[in-house]
């Protein structure tokens, strides 16, 4: 069974649009697959299907300025003027939403690239409310956020907050391609198979092409920098149970050492966080044929443990 749902963005202006996915079986949870920047809630079929699988109720949404939601409300790359916590907090209102059409189930959430970042973010704040947490593809300290942000905040106070300056995406990403062979497209730090990539590049729902603008760039470094250190491990439950993964050819996690980071400062704060690094795999280990049933499987073994 399949329910869109909808609902008004805490940024006050979009109509984001959202989907649960119910198996035809008892459930046994509920998962929140929370996708990256740029892209939507469906490339994650796969992993969807194999946790309906599993047993499991899945609830995603496509974040403002993004998928459909940005398709509905005519705002590619732009996500309201509401601040860096918007998409956090639009992610609450689907649990929500969701708890309120199946109460009484533990409650997991999947948080990939900027969806592990909000995921971080949502956990500092409603992570009680939770049973365990997957991150995938996260961030420790970002190469070039600092200067980048500061850059931002000059633009937005002369006025060019509503702009799409891609100078500043490309001081702050545009490294990314470093360890990278033929680079035609510009995305293939994602994944070295070049049909991940194509089809990454070329999906209409995919607003990676897409000029994002100066103002949800920098809410975009400060959802970073809200999720850094032992500052924000402490603010999360010690009792929740995290699993950390990611690829050691990821430039996202900096080749594995920011996924350690994370962990670190989890553990340096009392937590109990699983990690698990996929070696030679890049940012999305999830699309790789050759081990994404490996990673499904992982965290279905997660949720059911905890």
Not at 225 to 241: F, N, R, S
Request: aromatic fraction near 12%.
């Amino acid at each position: 069974m399949l329910h869109e749902v909808s609902f008004q963005s805490f940024n006050e202006r979009d109509k984001v649009m959202g989907w649960i996915y119910v198996p035809a079986a008892k459930p046994k949870g509920i998962v929140q697959v929370v996708h990256g920047f740029g892209e939507h809630s469906r490339r994650y079929l796969h992993m969807i299907v194999a946790f309906m699988d599993a047993g499991y109720i899945v609830a995603a949404d496509d974040h403002v300025g993004h998928g459909k939601t940005a398709l509905e409300n005519d705002t590619w790359g732009n996500w309201g003027n509401k601040g860096f916590h918007t998409m956090m907090e639009d992610e609450h209102k689907l649990y929500e939403l969701v708890t309120e059409k199946y109460p009484k189930l533990p409650y997991y959430m999947f948080g990939h690239s900027m969806g592990s970042f909000i995921v971080r973010d949502y956990i500092a704040k409603y992570g009680s409310e939770l049973a365990g947490v997957t991150i995938c593809g996260t961030t420790g300290t970002f190469r070039h956020a600092k200067e980048t942000k500061e850059l931002l905040e000059q633009a937005i106070s002369d006025g060019k907050g509503g702009d799409a300056d891609a100078e500043y995406a490309g001081r702050l990403m545009g490294w990314m391609c470093e360890r990278c062979d033929d680079v035609t497209i510009g995305n293939e730090w994602i994944c070295s198979d070049p049909y991940v990539q194509r089809d990454h590049a070329e999906d209409p729902f995919d607003a990676f092409t897409r000029p994002t603008n100066n103002r949800a760039v920098l809410y975009f470094i400060q959802m970073m920098e809200e999720i850094k250190g032992t500052e924000w491990a402490e603010k999360v439950p010690t009792d929740l149970p995290i699993y950390n993964i990611g690829g050691d050819q990821d430039p996202v996690g900096e080749y594995g050492k920011g996924i350690y980071e994370v962990s670190n400062w989890l553990c340096d704060t009392g937590h109990n966080v699983k990690t698990k690094v996929y070696s030679g795999y890049r940012h999305e280990i999830h699309n790789y044929s050759e081990i994404k049933v490996e990673v499904e499987q992982g965290i279905i073994a997660f949720m059911d443990e905890n």
